[in-house]
């Protein structure tokens, strides 16, 4: 905890000269968030169905700022989960693009879009292994509170959909995440 201390201090400190209203160019963002995902997916195998449930969701993204309020990034995930017997694990790794709009000095509106490389692996039990994989995207809207010029607070809602396969089994999933997380900028 204590390094975890010195880091954030040492970041804010280097993030000092980033603008907390506008995002200027040449701005670097490092974003974490932790979501609730709801997801309804739907598995084509003969005599199964829509499979509904929720998990958590970590991710880390970081962001280029090439235009004011304007920025393009990566954007990484991984959520953990529990459906009936099964423990299922996803990764996404993919660009993302982020608009920011200022509506006062501490608050902003956001937009955020990604788009990527999606694989899930699903343990029935511990021999037993299916990996299917494919593709993604994400798209939401946040709200930003700057708590310094360098460092923000943020809620977001996502909608998300995936669409992958394994050995001609299609695995689509689409639901919402809501999250909180937290925006680190460096100039």
């Known amino acids: 905890m204590k390094r975890i201390l010195v880091l954030v201090a040492a970041v804010l400190c280097l993030a000092s000269s980033a ?12 974003d974490g968030a932790t979501a609730i995902r709801y997801t309804d997916g739907e598995i084509d195998v003969e005599g199964e169905g829509d499979v509904d449930n929720s998990a958590l969701m970590v991710s880390l993204g970081t962001n280029y700022y090439f235009m004011q309020n304007l920025g393009l990034g990566l954007l990484l995930s991984w959520t953990d989960q529990e459906i009936a017997d099964l423990s299922v694990s996803e990764i ?23 788009v990527g490389y999606q694989k899930t692996e699903v343990e029935v ?21 700057f708590v310094s010029n360098a460092f923000a607070v943020n809620a977001s809602v996502n909608y998300a959909a995936s669409y992958m396969e394994y050995e001609g089994t299609d695995w689509d999933n689409t639901g919402f995440l809501f999250g909180a997380g937290f925006s680190v900028y460096l100039k």
Not at 129 to 145: I, N
């Open 19 to 30: 603008w907390a209203k506008d995002i200027a160019p040449g701005t670097v963002e490092i």
């Open 92 to 114: 996404f790794v993919g660009p993302q693009i982020v608009y920011n709009y200022s509506i006062n000095e501490p608050l902003s509106v956001f937009a955020a879009a990604a």
């Open 125 to 145: 039990d511990d021999d037993d292994k299916v990996d299917p994989d494919g593709y993604g995207w994400k798209a939401g809207l946040g709200l930003k509170y």
